[in-house]
């Protein structure tokens, strides 16, 4: 049986792609009710193309399945029409964008997105969130068995000993979370804070989203249009304000970011000025992440008042990546130890048949031999009679319990088909069957 892992992200496929080949928490659960269950009747159709154990990852920024297959090429053509039926493409649509992985290189695939160094923002926290709810989804869907359980499970626990024992999410390295931080070394913690956010597109949302994870409990959304600002003000429990009164959000607000698309400044050096006159013991930190700027750059010459542009933010994310990528020798080292301590295991299971086969046949003899002596000693009262039926399940773990362990040590360092010919020829079992 071999591990295989297909999909794309970020790097294999265009936005345009991804976005259509995603799922929704409920589409996710409607896609899984549709694949076989453990434990559950045999699968229809070709046996080649069978999907053993199934476990899905979909992020804004990648679509994989993970599964146990007897053949990789078959059951790659299969999710590939599983894919296409449930996102409505056609498969070659998305085709060209996949990518597979296989056994050992899936291993490491996985372990590698688990630790954020898949991720477009490397040592992003949120990709282990979400390879927790990808296995745990997978478990009430009851589409994933030992072996897979196995490898998430291990894939998690490389996750967390990256992000505990290294660096790697320390500086934050995106946009959104840098400006934070600087508001942060400014006006210290954002809790309880007000903030202004200029614009009410798709950036504006994200920084409403930002805000309100961080503490910020107070928020202003100013847009051109009062009817956009008013939309987005009742998603977020904010005030809409319009540019006119762009003043009176300005003598409020703790924290000022700017995301429109106006093609020219918006907020201007007087405004500002004439806002912080009221205000003059309480800084003013102001964000400008639209290009081009909205802000005056004359704005950030007024006293208490700081300003950082893209520019500045760039330049910080930067430098925090430079940071983070001096970690990833040490992570990689951690994926290295968790993928050996996958495969051995994985290898140690080869042994199984021969192990379960040797217990069986210890199994009847002892059962054989202990009717004989028990017909032989009639008169033992139960009590006795279970001493000794005791002693006879205990003699063989005993005897049966070096030969299994070191049976076991031998297939996980991949000795397995020597020992286990070995052990089938000493013992007189016979041969494996096929699967």
């Known amino acids: 049986m ?16 991804r976005e259509q080949l995603t799922f929704t928490s409920s589409e996710l659960c409607a896609f899984l009710e549709g694949l076989p269950r453990q434990g559950g009747p045999a699968q229809n159709g070709s046996r080649d193309g069978a999907l053993y154990e199934s476990c899905v990852l979909s992020t804004c ?46 291993v490491q695939h996985l372990m590698l997105v688990a630790a954020s160094l898949d991720s477009m923002v490397l040592g992003e926290a949120q990709i282990l969130g979400q390879v927790v709810t990808a296995y745990q989804t997978a478990l009430a869907h009851n589409t994933i068995g030992s072996t897979l359980s196995r490898l998430f499970e291990m894939a998690i626990h490389a996750g967390k000993r990256v992000r505990k024992e290294t660096d790697i999410g320390l500086n934050p390295a995106s946009i ?46 100013a847009n051109r249009t009062q009817e956009r600002a008013r939309q987005l003000a009742e998603q977020w429990d904010a005030t809409p304000l319009t540019f006119d ?38 800084p003013l930190v102001v964000i400008d992440i639209a290009m081009p700027r909205d802000v005056d750059a004359e704005v950030g010459e007024l006293p208490g008042v ?26 990689e080292t951690i994926i290295a130890e968790e993928m050996a301590n996958f495969m051995n295991w994985r290898r140690s299971l080869s042994a199984v048949p021969t192990i379960t086969d040797l217990r069986d046949q210890f199994e009847g003899t002892r059962q054989l031999e202990l009717e004989r002596a028990l017909n032989r000693l009639s008169d033992l009262d139960e009590k006795d009679r279970e001493v000794i039926i005791d002693l006879s399940r205990r003699l063989m773990n ?38």
Do not use: W
């Open 398 to 435: 005993k005897f049966l319990h070096h030969p299994t362990v070191r049976l076991r040590e031998e297939t996980a360092q991949g000795n397995g088909e020597l020992y286990t010919s070995v052990a089938r020829d000493l013992f007189a079992l016979e041969e494996e069957s096929p699967l």
């Open 306 to 331: 700081y300003l950082y542009n893209i520019d500045h933010l760039q330049t910080q994310v930067a430098h925090n990546l430079q940071a983070r990528r001096k970690e990833v020798p040490e992570a």
């Open 2 to 17: 071999h591990l295989l892992a297909i999909g794309l992200n970020y790097r294999t496929a265009p936005l345009e792609i």
């Open 61 to 106: 920024n990648r679509l994989e399945y993970y599964t146990l297959v007897q053949s990789p090429p078959a059951a790659t053509e299969r999710i590939i029409n599983l894919f296409s039926q449930a996102c409505h493409l056609p498969p070659d649509t998305f085709r060209p964008y996949l990518y597979t992985y296989q056994d050992k290189a899936a």
């Open 176 to 221: 959104s979370s840098v400006a934070l931080r600087l508001a942060q070394e400014r006006i210290g913690n954002l809790a309880g804070r007000t903030g202004l956010v200029l614009g009410a597109g798709n950036m504006g949302h994200l920084t409403m989203q930002n805000l309100v994870s961080h503490g910020v409990t107070n928020l202003l959304i």
């Open 245 to 282: 009164q762009l003043e009176t959000g300005l003598r409020q607000a703790d924290l000022v970011i700017a995301s429109t698309s106006a093609p020219h400044t918006v907020l201007h050096q007087h405004q500002v000025s004439r806002a912080m006159q009221s205000r003059p013991d309480r």
